[in-house]
C-alpha cells in the first residue's frame, strides 16, 4: 500500500489561540470582599480579646477601607461590620450597623476632595471619631432612658465626655496610625488594578 499522505500538498493550520490575545481580567474585587470579611470578624476578635471596649478596631478598618471604596460597597462594609458587631457582641442589633454606616459615608465624602496624604487621612480621624464617639454615646443613652434601663440622660457630661469619649478617640487615633500601613499594603496587594 502506498501512503497518500506524501502527495498531498501541505496544508497549514491556522491557529487561533496564538494570534488571539485574551484579556484575563481579575474578579472584580472579590478578593477585596473577602480580605474585608476576614478582616472585620479578625478584628472584632482581637478587640474583644485583648483591648474590650477601646479602641474600636472595626470602625478604624470601615474608616480606612470607605478611603479606597466607592461609597456604596463602603457603606455595605460600614452595616455588614456594624451588624456584625451587633450580632456578636452588642446590645441593641442595627444600631452599629446605622452607625458604621454614617462613618464610611463621610469618610467616602472626604476621601473624594482632601483625603490623599497619609497625614490628611490621620489628621480627618481626630474629627470623625471624636464624633462618631459622641453620637454613639447619646443614642445609647437615648435608647436605655427610652426603654427604661436608665433614669438619667447624663448627670456630668463633661465628665463623662473627658473620661470616656475623649480616651475612646484617642485610643482610635493610636490604632489607626498602627493600622494605615499595614492595611494599605495588603490592599494594595490584593486590589484588581
Not at 33 to 42: G, R
Not at 95 to 109: N, R
Not at 123 to 148: C, D, K, N, Q
Request: glycine letters at 8%; one cysteine or more.
Amino acid at each position: 500500500m502506498q501512503d497518500n499522505r506524501n502527495g498531498m500538498p501541505h496544508i497549514e493550520v491556522y491557529r487561533a489561540s496564538k494570534h488571539l490575545k485574551y484579556q484575563h481580567r481579575k474578579p472584580e474585587g472579590v478578593l477585596l470582599i473577602i480580605y474585608c470579611i476576614v478582616s472585620v470578624f479578625l478584628l472584632i476578635f482581637i478587640q474583644n480579646g485583648f483591648f474590650g471596649a477601646s479602641p474600636d478596631l472595626v470602625l478604624v478598618f470601615v474608616y480606612l477601607a470607605a478611603i479606597k471604596c466607592k461609597p456604596s460597597r463602603a457603606m455595605l462594609l460600614g452595616i455588614f461590620s456594624g451588624l456584625a458587631m451587633d450580632v456578636l457582641f452588642g446590645r441593641y442589633i442595627g444600631l452599629y450597623g446605622i452607625l458604621y454606616m454614617y462613618v464610611a459615608f463621610v469618610a467616602c465624602q472626604l476621601s473624594e476632595d482632601f483625603l490623599n496624604a497619609k497625614l490628611r487621612i490621620i489628621g480627618a480621624g481626630v474629627p470623625l471619631f471624636l464624633g462618631f464617639g459622641i453620637i454613639e454615646s447619646l443614642i445609647i443613652r437615648l435608647i436605655s432612658v427610652i426603654s427604661g434601663e436608665g433614669a438619667v440622660l447624663y448627670t456630668n457630661y463633661g465628665a463623662h465626655f473627658v473620661k470616656i469619649i475623649l480616651p475612646g478617640a484617642f485610643m482610635n487615633m493610636i490604632a489607626l496610625v498602627a493600622m494605615i500601613f499595614p492595611t494599605y499594603i495588603l490592599w494594595r496587594r490584593l486590589s484588581p488594578h
